[in-house]
Structure formats: C-alpha cells, structure tokens
C-alpha cells in the first residue's frame, strides 16, 4: 500500500539542472523523514540529501552540498530533489526514500523504484 514513486530523471548537459520529484501514496510526507539516495554502475547506494519528519532538519552528502536542495510540498505529499550545476559524476539512478526515524542516514522502511539521471560531459 505504501508506495513512493520517483520522476524527474534525464539527460542533461554538465551544469545544468534537474527538479526530481516522489510522488507518495499509502503514507503522509510531512510525518517522514524523507531521503534521497543515488546509485551509480559499480558502486554501492549512497545518501544524498535528507529533510526530517519535523521539517526543519536537513542534512547533505559533502558531495552535493550548496548544489541539491531537498524540499516538501505537503499539499502535494510530495518531495523534491532540486539538483543545480549538475556533474558528469552526478550521474546514478536517484531513489526516494522514507522512514518514521526522525533522522536517518541510512536506515528507511520504504523505497522508490528510482529514476536515471545522466549527466554529460
């Protein structure tokens, strides 16, 4: 019944950007704490950016700091990825993710099916 499904994803250019959003059914965005993780070929999932069930609390991989900026939209029941000034190593499939934690970097209950995100050099 819990479902959170990702979109967003393309191709882009280096320097560009990208707005992902996940959409989210069977659970209220505003009282998750919401991650975003990515995955690249090879290479094992890593967190990205987090926004806490409170919503004051935000918390960014080194890598992605000053660039990605994560948001709700409750009336939506939805969270964004806003994703600026985006780099060839950017490139991963990006997933969506929720637990009842008040802050986690690593552990949730539910995941999206992800979505591509390439980045051209």
């Known amino acids: 019944q819990v479902q959170l499904v990702e979109s967003g994803g393309g191709l882009v250019q280096a320097g560009g950007s990208l707005r992902l959003s996940c959409a989210a059914s069977?659970?209220?965005?505003?009282?998750?704490?919401m991650g975003w993780f990515r995955q690249a070929p090879g290479k094992e999932r890593e967190f990205v950016a987090v926004?806490?069930?409170?919503?004051?609390?935000?918390v960014y991989a080194d890598s992605v700091k000053g660039r990605f900026t994560i948001s709700r939209d409750n009336a939506k029941n939805t969270v964004y990825l806003q994703m600026n000034s985006l780099k060839p190593e950017d490139t991963a499939i990006y997933y969506c993710?929720?637990?009842?934690?008040?802050?986690?970097?690593?552990?949730?209950?539910?995941w999206g099916q992800g979505t591509q995100v390439t980045v051209s050099s």
């Open positions: 993710a929720a637990t009842t934690l008040a802050m986690s970097l690593r552990r949730y209950d539910y």
């Open positions: 069977g659970l209220t965005v505003s009282t998750y704490t």
């Open positions: 926004i806490g069930k409170g919503g004051d609390s935000f």
